[in-house]
């Protein structure tokens, strides 16, 4: 089978691409690659840091390889915090200072239209592509339900009254950015 390196040690992620591409192609996690580092994220865009993250594997190991970048954009806020959502609030990851971040900037703010969006880069036979997937939503004015990460408790998608956090995790997965963006892969391959 042909192999082909994710750029991720996310094992949520992995699961979610071998579902679709699995039975096709040996998808090899990052840290089968002797890449221990922290891949480097320093574009500003979500397309950039995708192929940032590509090339560094590609350069390094030569493999096929495949890597992702998502933002949360909202609309009143010119599509912030975008590019820059897993640190919006602090230079670490929190997600609860991030959300509680996100409520205060929407505070009295009525358009509350958003989209979370995932670019996937693909470095394939030489060869650089990209595709993309997206859910729209709006952003709740309170956190809501349990399940799921990030932004999860705010998001509504289109045609739901329900947060991400209180669906099944089968059905976000469903509709979400990362699974569209990962279907459009599979046809690229
Ligand atoms: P990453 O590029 O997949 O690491 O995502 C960057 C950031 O976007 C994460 O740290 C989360 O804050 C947010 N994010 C990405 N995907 C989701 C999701 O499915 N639900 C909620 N937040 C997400």
New binding site residues.
């Given amino acids: 089978m042909k192999k082909i390196v994710f750029a ?1 040690n ?1 094992a949520h ?1 992995l699961e979610e691409v071998r579902a679709i591409v699995g039975d096709r192609f040996e998808i090899i996690p990052l840290a089968q690659t002797g890449i221990t580092e922290e891949i480097p ?1 320093t574009a500003d865009t ?1 397309d950039g ?2 192929l940032q993250k590509a090339r560094y594997v590609f350069e390094r190991t030569g493999l096929d390889c495949f890597a ?5 954009e909202v609309a009143a806020l010119g599509g912030a ?1 975008g590019v820059h ?4 609030a602090t230079a670490g ?1 929190d ?1 609860a200072a ?1 959300r509680a971040l996100l409520l205060k900037n929407l505070d009295g703010v009525a358009d509350r239209s958003a989209r ?1 969006r ?1 670019v996937i880069a693909l470095i394939q036979d030489g060869e650089e592509r990209f595709c993309e997937g997206e859910v729209r939503g709006t952003i709740a004015t309170e956190e809501r339900g349990e399940g ?5 408790s ?2 509504i998608p289109e045609g739901y009254s329900e947060t ?2 209180e669906m099944p995790a089968e059905l ?1 997965n469903s509709m ?3 699974g569209r963006a990962v279907e459009k892969l599979a046809k690229m391959l």
């Fill in positions: 991720t996310n992620k994220e979500l840091n995708a992702d970048d998502t933002g949360l915090p959502s897993a640190r919006y990851h997600h991030n979370f995932t799921g990460f990030g932004y999860d705010l998001f991400f956090a976000k979400s950015h990362r």
